[in-house]
């Protein structure tokens, strides 16, 4: 249990029998258990004042409240969160050896925390954005989480433009204008210049981007993982949520209104459906990519602007996610909780995916700013529920695990040696992939087709659907200067000429038939470095 994996000691443990004899339970105490009997009036010189800093009891609860606030997180702020449970249905224990995905009796507990990219923690949940979709599951083998979001792609192809796509969604920083939307210079200024990030801005601008509930949302992984089973052979994989109510959007119109007349429209539907009995559901999906055929698509895998069309690789439903229970304390759990890509547990492995690698870092370095120092595992909310905080990591803020004995480094003989290292069977272990390839801070030319998916999207809309992206693209544009309308009309001149007109006209660009880029696509071919690189098995 998680408790027997804290060391409590045994000075805290006797403490705890003197714990069970205290009497009035319900009545009011300061932080050192002192009874309060009047808490409403300050201690004063005399019945007029003045107050006398020698009131502790004051100060104590003013210092507390004076230090309620933590970071919002630097993106995704604003969210909501539930717990449930996941259950696969057949064991995958062909792909995978993950313990949560091999007994259909098991039910796996999740916390899920749904959430909007740009805006603040106290900003409107309707705003056209992507939404996150992060759930943690609870497994036997340590914390997974899934860090995805509600669309199968992403803007940019290497973390390294992170900061910026940041910077330039989040409201400009002279006068923090605007509070949570995109549709602004420094946004478009920004995207307009990268083609990469043309297939996202497409689904961010269609009703996509102003879904009717969490419970009508998809949910992707987005990059490519690994899945390996007992006989250390890797697949690549996608990971899909599909909502048992189906996608289902807003109209932009209804979006707008609810902003102002219902900011908490989304949380209030997850809570009010959770709350009455009707439990969202989701079912979890793969997309298997046999190790040896990594190089058989048009697109490279590892590019996260890219997904896998459902008619080439099918998704399989694998399990059902159920949210079942509303949190207690939003700040203690939907606010405390760390979610981070590198929480990943032996069966499932990371790939090259840049955009990805770069994720890797970043989660647990935000956390130690946003929840205070290096010890976050230890809330409640992401603590494990496997034995935990087995090693020699010591101190730092908020340090509540009383570690016992003498010795605090590996390799010590004078402890009895503990806590050992696993078996390479029982940890972890990386996928042994072989690399053969020159140190280059670039891009792999495998990532360089921009536009195909992005036509593709195009033509896979109805005609209402066609009209609600032009009239999006043509809303954002409302708020931006004429040259950085231009661009953006430009760089819809590769995506589909009628698009492009139909905005420029609505936003009044004139422009001659120049697209952004005036090179067709190049066909897709693995470059020296991918395809030297083998699989292991
Ligand atoms: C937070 C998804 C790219 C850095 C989040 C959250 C989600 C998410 C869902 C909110 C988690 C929660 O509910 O607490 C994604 C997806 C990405 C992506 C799907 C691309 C496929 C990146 C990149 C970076 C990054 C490239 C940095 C290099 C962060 C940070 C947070 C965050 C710093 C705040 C975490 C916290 O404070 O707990 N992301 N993200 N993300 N993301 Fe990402």
Not at 268 to 297: H, M, N, T, Y
């Amino acid at each position: 249990t998680v408790d027997s994996a804290c060391e409590i000691n045994e000075k805290v443990a006797s403490m705890e029998s003197f714990r069970a004899r205290t009497e009035d339970g319900d009545i009011l105490t300061t932080n050192q258990g002192l009874k309060i009997s009047d808490d409403s009036n300050s201690l004063k010189a005399g019945v007029r004042g003045s107050t006398l800093l020698e009131d502790f009891i004051l100060r104590e609860k003013i210092t507390h409240f004076d230090h309620e606030r933590i970071p919002e997180r630097v993106v995704h702020a604003r969210g909501a969160g539930a717990y449930g449970f996941f259950q696969v249905y057949n064991s995958l224990a062909n792909i995978t050896k993950a313990k949560f995905l091999q007994d259909p009796k098991k039910k796996t507990p999740v916390f899920v925390r749904f959430s909007t990219v740009g805006g603040f923690r106290g900003s409107a949940d309707t705003v056209r954005d992507v939404r996150g979709f992060a759930t943690k599951f609870y497994t036997e083998d340590g914390n997974f989480d899934i860090v995805g979001n509600n669309m199968p792609i992403f803007f940019i192809q290497d973390a390294i433009k992170f900061p910026d796509l940041i910077h330039s969604v989040k409201p400009e920083p002279h006068n923090e204008i605007p509070q949570a939307q995109s549709g602004h210079d420094n946004f478009y200024d920004f995207i307009t210049q990268q083609p990469e990030a043309a297939h996202m801005l497409m689904w961010v601008n269609s009703d996509r981007g102003i879904p009717r509930s969490y419970a009508n949302m998809e949910g992707f992984g987005i990059h490519t993982f690994r899945l390996i089973n007992e006989q250390g052979v890797s697949r690549f994989v996608k990971f899909h949520w599909k909502p048992y109510l189906g996608v289902h959007s807003l109209t932009a119109d209804d979006a707008g209104k609810l902003v102002g007349k219902d900011p908490d429209f989304h949380r209030r539907q997850l809570w009010e459906s959770i709350a009455s009995g009707a439990f969202p559901e989701w079912e979890l999906g793969l997309q298997i990519v046999e190790a040896e055929d990594e190089f058989k698509f048009d697109f490279d895998i590892l590019d996260p602007t890219k997904l896998i069309p459902e008619e080439l690789v099918p998704v399989i439903r694998v399990g059902r996610l159920v949210l079942n229970r509303n949190p207690d304390n939003y700040f203690a759990e939907t606010e405390q909780v760390a979610f981070c890509i590198a929480n990943i547990v032996p069966g499932i492995d990371f790939s090259d995916d840049p955009l990805m690698q770069g994720r890797i870092f970043s989660y647990l370095d935000t956390q130690i700013t946003r929840l205070g120092g290096p010890n976050f595992q230890e809330i409640p909310i992401n603590r494990p529920v496997c034995p935990f905080l087995k090693n020699n990591q010591r101190d730092g803020l908020h340090r509540d695990t009383i570690n016992v004995g003498q010795t605090n480094y590996h390799k010590n003989t004078l402890n009895a040696g503990l806590p050992k290292e696993a078996t390479p069977a029982a940890g972890f272990q990386g996928f042994p992939e072989r690399i053969a390839a020159n140190i280059v801070r670039a891009r792999s030319p495998s990532f360089d087709d921009h536009f195909s998916q992005a036509i593709l999207f195009w033509t896979s809309l109805s005609s209402w659907e066609q009209d609600h992206l032009v009239d999006s693209f043509t809303g954002e544009m409302a708020h931006c200067q004429p040259a950085i309308r231009e661009r953006l009309v430009r760089l819809l001149l590769n995506i589909n000429e009628s698009l492009s007109n139909r905005v420029a006209l609505n936003v009044g660009v004139k422009i001659d038939p120049m697209p952004y880029h005036t090179a067709p696509p190049k066909p897709v071919t693995p470059s020296p470095a991918l395809s030297q690189r083998n699989q292991s098995k």
